[in-house]
């Protein structure tokens, strides 16, 4: 059995959750998000929990138990607390900045980079040096962090570009010793 799917997902209050076909739908006071579930998982909501069933010991069923169960566990909570990711720019002149809701990149290029949210997501800037990227969805919210790090991305040699809060950048040693000897 799936030590992940066999857990229940205790349902917050406020939250519900509606399956049609094989469609789950969960709706909560952030927002509303749908995901489709896998042929043969059953989802059921039992005392107050979410339950995820697989019919048999398939290899496919054990391996989509687990999955949709972690699934519909971030979706619950997406719309009970939502989901945020933060970054930070690093380099002398490098900064971020909200025009509107786009979010407006100044990280040593000859112009400044414009990105555009995901439907759903939310930029804030609440220093020139920090990006939080906001939003109900966990894979959204992921993608989106990880494009508006690929603008820029840190650099071993000094750390400039833009990172994760808790990143962890290994720094090298830059060149030593005289050329031509």
């Known amino acids: 059995m799936s030590r992940i799917g066999k857990k229940p997902i205790p349902v917050p209050a406020g939250v519900e959750l509606k399956v049609e ?4 739908l969960v709706s909560g006071p952030k927002g509303k998000l749908s995901q489709e579930i896998p042929a043969g998982i059953e989802v059921v909501l ?3 929990a979410i339950v995820v069933k697989r019919p048999n010991d398939e290899k496919k069923f054990r391996a989509l138990h687990g999955l949709t169960r972690s699934l519909l ?17 690093n380099g002398v002149g490098y900064r971020a900045a909200k025009q509107g809701n786009k979010l407006v990149l100044t990280v040593g290029y000859s112009h400044p980079v414009e990105i555009e949210p995901f439907p759903g997501i ?13 939003g109900i ?3 959204k919210v992921g ?3 990880a494009e508006v790090r690929g603008v820029r991305k840190p650099e071993p040699y000094k750390g400039k570009g833009i990172r994760y809060e808790n990143e962890y950048v290994r720094k090298k040693a830059g060149k030593t010793g005289k050329a031509g000897k």
């Open 21 to 24: 076909g094989n469609t789950a």
């Open 122 to 134: 939310e930029f804030e800037v609440p220093a020139p040096n920090k990006i939080i990227v906001k």
């Open 46 to 48: 039992e005392d107050g």
């Open 143 to 145: 993608q989106m962090a």
């Open 137 to 139: 969805d966990k894979q």
């Open 73 to 89: 566990a971030n979706m619950v909570e997406g719309v009970s607390t939502g989901y945020s990711k933060t970054l930070e720019v």
